[in-house]
């Protein structure tokens, strides 16, 4: 087992606000790092609030340096319009860290809330409740940065498991 720790971005794609989240795991071991918000200008053009997720994830990753990232999966919902601008947001949230080199892993909302909570329909509440019990250094100041910690502790308790499945394909 690597005596060193691995950096994990956790990443909640949003047009509006993009979640993340630092942590390192060391085998079971889970620390908080860092954890914030990446906002857009809801009256900018969509390039440019894209533009904006851009330059701010980046600049996350080079405060950071994580080893690898994940970010959560897109649920499309009833309004075709803004499952396409998350699924915009989305691309950017796996393009920063794709472009830095990294291993880019995608978790589905439902395995996120199960890993961290045991309920794959656990609400916002039950997330930060557990996000304090596994990291209690953390301090998410809005829902999307405890997403962000959660998604990155989901693919510190999976990557494990999705390399060796990997390795069998």
Known sequence: ?????????????????????????????????????????????????????????????ASFTPDEAAVEQT???????????????????????AQAGLLVSEYAPNLVKKTVVGSGHADKKQIRVMIKVLLPKADPKSDDA??????????????TSRALLASLK
């Open 1 to 61: 087992m690597s005596t060193i720790p691995l950096r994990i971005l956790g990443v909640d794609p949003g047009l509006r606000r993009t979640g993340w989240g630092v942590i390192e795991a060391l085998g079971n071991r889970l620390s908080f790092v860092a954890c914030g918000t990446v906002l857009s200008d809801e009256k900018e053009e969509l390039a440019h609030r894209l533009l904006a997720l851009h330059r701010g994830l980046t600049e996350v990753l």
């Open 75 to 97: 649920f499309v919902n009833k309004d075709a319009g803004a499952t396409l601008k998350l699924g915009q947001a989305r691309g950017i949230a796996m393009l920063v860290p």
């Open 146 to 159: 405890a997403d962000a910690l959660a998604i990155a502790i989901t693919h510190a308790h999976h990557r």
